[in-house]
């Protein structure tokens, strides 16, 4: 197994949110194998640069990602983030 990956944490952070908008921070952490601190600034990074919105539901946090947000190109073209994630989802 190959010790790097081809995807960001920030990429798996967002991939993993998309379809478990409510999840925690630790849910997350232990889904992508990384710290719940790490997660935590990763969400604040995706929230800065406007890929994620936060709403507070009770006493949890509900993200709401922004499918139409670039992400870059790929390939030839431009793609968003819903996209990027409908490559992972099929």
Excluded: C
């Amino acid at each position: 197994m190959a010790s790097w990956s081809f995807l960001t944490n920030h990429a798996l952070v967002l991939s993993y949110i998309i379809p478990r908008s409510d999840s925690t921070g630790l849910e997350i952490a232990q889904s992508i194998g990384i710290t719940e601190r790490a997660v935590r600034k990763i969400l604040a990074d995706l929230r800065s640069a406007g890929y994620i919105e936060l709403e507070r539901v009770g006493r949890r946090n509900q993200y709401r990602v922004d499918v139409h947000r670039p992400v870059g190109r790929i390939g030839e073209r431009e793609a968003t983030v819903g996209q990027l994630s409908d490559l992972f989802t099929g």
